[in-house]
């Protein structure tokens, strides 16, 4: 293969509380018990995977005011297994989601310095934010936060917490070789900041880990969020996932960050994607019919169509038409899920492409909430991520696997040395940090 041919860049996403994860397979295993996360760590570890990415819930997510069943496992803390896991791994690096809206900068400044420092800088930072005052009610200002001040409390947020992380020299750590290491304080500088979100005068309590800041990602698909990922991420988490949508994507944030004064290599773009595997293709399509009815059952795909309709609807058949009433535009019915979209416009097209495809509720469910996926054979689904990311509809991708913990097991032994053979993908880490396994400057 030519070497100017891009390098595949992976990611693994913790298979926790969401609607791919499947809980009635035989297979599946605890999604809170440390083993768990261990397997799935080490697996991605032994793929070469870029990072282990755990994602996080504030609150448990409600319907129709009892707690959404998608959610009772729980969700054990971000930074307590991130902190665990870089005891048992070496390479891989260690991302998790943390919110803007409802932390404090110099507390997630120093949690992320503890945990590059643990990891030897394997440390990544998901950046995420929320008006959700429902999550808030868990807090003590809960619902305190407009809609419209998410992105202006991260943006106050990412300037305090950079100040903490860069208000230590590199040479406040002095080594003597009679007394040891010690700390001259005359090189640690007070962090004093005057805002309308935060108002600081401190001392950072320890130094910025191996990488100087945590490596950067950033999730937010509408036009606020690609402008900050544009001006602050290291990388994108998106869930645009079709090849010309993922193109137009690309495309569109790579010329913000250039708009900028960044270079668009240094912002990374990850699209969500689902994988699964067969020795044939018909056998691979039939694998990923099956998973999709497990992971929406009748009662789900009820519920999902509740939350853009706005009403009880468990009158109605999963596997008959679609309600003949408009949603009521109440949004209350589900608490603790973002939404998308105005709910009569969201309706029609459902209709549209029910009528066109001659969909049941549960198949247009299962249809409108799929995630990109591949699936076929390991030789298909490996030409096919080589292709995304040649075609520059991204750079890599974060695999959700659908089983906890053994998910990605197949295709690290299957996938990978395929993407290995075709000379785009590594065959062992040449560098020890997330940001060198990404390719980041320092």
Request: aromatic letters at 10%; proline letters at 3%; zero cysteines.
């Given at each position: 293969m030519s070497k100017h041919r891009k390098q595949v860049h992976l990611a693994a996403h913790f298979p926790g509380v969401n609607n791919?994860?499947?809980?009635?397979?035989?297979?599946?295993?605890?999604?809170?018990?440390?083993?768990?996360?261990?397997?799935?760590?080490?697996?991605?570890?032994?793929?070469?995977?870029?990072?282990?990415?755990?994602?996080?819930?504030?609150?448990?997510?409600?319907?129709?005011?009892?707690?959404?069943d998608l959610d009772v496992v729980g969700r054990p803390d971000t930074f307590t297994v991130l902190a665990a896991l870089a005891g048992v791994t070496e390479r891989i690096g260690l991302t998790g989601t943390i919110n803007t809206t409802f932390n404090e900068p110099f507390e997630v400044a120093r949690q992320f310095a503890s945990l590059d420092h643990l990891s030897d800088g394997r440390a990544g930072w998901n950046?995420?934010?929320?008006?959700?005052?429902?999550?808030?009610?868990n807090f003590r200002r809960g619902g305190f936060l407009d809609h419209a001040d998410?992105?202006?409390?991260?943006?106050?947020?990412?300037?305090?917490?950079?100040?903490?992380?860069?208000?230590?020299?590199?040479?406040?750590?002095?080594?003597?070789g009679a007394a040891g290491t010690y700390v001259d304080p005359a090189r640690i500088r007070i962090v004093e900041h005057?805002?309308?979100?935060?108002?600081?005068?401190?001392?950072?309590?320890?130094?910025?880990?191996?990488?100087?800041h945590p490596v950067l990602?950033?999730?937010g698909d509408s036009d606020e969020g690609r402008s900050f990922g544009a001006r602050h991420a290291d990388a994108l988490f998106t869930l645009h996932g079709s090849l010309e949508d993922g193109q137009r994507y690309y495309a569109d944030v790579k010329g913000r960050a250039a708009a900028q004064g960044r270079n668009p290599d240094q912002l990374k773009v990850f699209p969500a994607?689902?994988?699964?595997?067969?020795?044939?293709?018909?056998?691979?399509?039939?694998?990923?019919?099956?998973?999709?009815y497990q992971q929406v059952s009748g009662a789900t795909a009820i519920a999902m169509l509740e939350q853009v309709w706005g009403r009880d609807l468990s009158g109605y058949d999963p596997d008959g038409p679609l309600p003949d009433i408009d949603p009521t535009g109440d949004t209350s019915i589900t608490q603790g899920r973002v939404r998308h979209g105005d709910p009569l416009a969201v309706a029609r097209s459902y209709?549209?492409?029910?009528?066109?495809?001659?969909?049941?509720?549960?198949?247009?469910?299962?249809?409108?909430?799929?995630?990109?996926?591949?699936?076929?054979?390991?030789?298909?689904?490996?030409?096919?991520?080589?292709?995304?990311v040649q075609a520059d509809a991204c750079d890599g991708f974060i695999l959700v696997?659908?089983?906890?913990?053994?998910?990605?097991?197949?295709?690290?032994?299957?996938?990978?040395?395929?993407l290995q053979d075709r000379g785009v993908y590594r065959t062992e880490y040449t560098g020890h940090t997330l940001r060198e396994h990404l390719g980041l400057a320092g």
């Open positions: 791919t994860t499947v809980w009635t397979d035989p297979a599946a295993g605890s999604q809170i018990e440390f083993d768990s996360f261990v397997h799935l760590a080490r697996t991605a570890e032994r793929g070469l995977f870029d990072f282990f990415f755990l994602a996080e819930g504030l609150r448990l997510r409600e319907h129709r005011g009892r707690i959404y950046i995420v934010t929320s008006s959700d005052a429902f999550t808030g009610a998410r992105y202006r409390r991260a943006e106050e947020f990412l300037t305090v917490a950079r100040a903490f992380w860069d208000s230590w020299a590199a040479d406040a750590l002095v080594a003597d005057r805002g309308r979100q935060f108002d600081v005068r401190g001392l950072a309590t320890l130094p910025a880990g191996p990488q100087g990602l950033q999730a994607a689902t994988f699964v595997l067969g020795d044939t293709a018909a056998e691979a399509a039939e694998k990923a019919r099956h998973i999709r209709r549209e492409r029910a009528a066109a495809e001659n969909l049941s509720i549960r198949e247009l469910v299962i249809a409108v909430t799929s995630r990109q996926q591949f699936v076929g054979t390991a030789a298909h689904i490996a030409a096919e991520i080589d292709r995304y696997p659908h089983l906890t913990p053994h998910g990605l097991d197949d295709f690290v032994d299957q996938v990978v040395p395929l």
